[in-house]
């Protein structure tokens, strides 16, 4: 399952967000929410979090920033049940970590849900640099 898409919603005061009924299609009755890179959380469908899982656990012990890129995704990590209104509890801990408070953003970006603040998501996704990122991608090989 590849996610796609852009969609607003509001986080209540108790920590529920409503999770886009295509998104909860394909995550199925729970997954793993975690802190993510820019300020963001990383969702996960359990298939996929069990991919990733095996990833860091391959990480050399021995290694510091292994160590703390392990531990700042399985600490904060949390599996999410969605309720009957298609809603999930966001960990207090994790909605502090992205600034959740009200209006929320959920993108789907490949394997994984993004859910950003709204005025964070605002603030780092201009797109105004594109270009240059495109041309880097290349490099990447990623041609377009």
């Known amino acids: 399952m590849m996610f796609m898409g852009e969609y607003n919603h509001t986080i209540d005061a108790k920590g529920r967000l409503i999770i886009p009924s295509k998104f909860r299609e394909a995550l199925g009755d729970t997954f793993v929410v975690t802190k993510g890179l820019d300020g963001c959380l990383f969702v996960y469908d359990n298939e996929e979090w069990n991919v ?4 860091l656990k391959s990480l050399p ?12 995704f399985l600490a904060g990590a949390a599996e999410a049940e969605v309720d009957r209104q298609g809603r999930i509890l ?11 408070q009200k209006d929320v953003v959920l993108i789907g970006v490949a394997s ?18 594109m270009d240059d990122i495109a041309a880097h991608m290349e490099e990447l090989g990623l041609g377009i």
């Open 52 to 55: 990733f899982e095996e990833k």
């Open 61 to 72: 012990i021995t290694n510091k920033d292994a160590r703390k890129f392990v531990r700042f």
């Open 90 to 100: 966001v960990p207090g801990v994790l909605r502090e970590f992205a600034d959740l």
């Open 112 to 129: 994984r849900i993004e859910i950003w603040s709204r005025e964070r998501f605002d603030g780092i996704e201009t797109y105004e640099d």
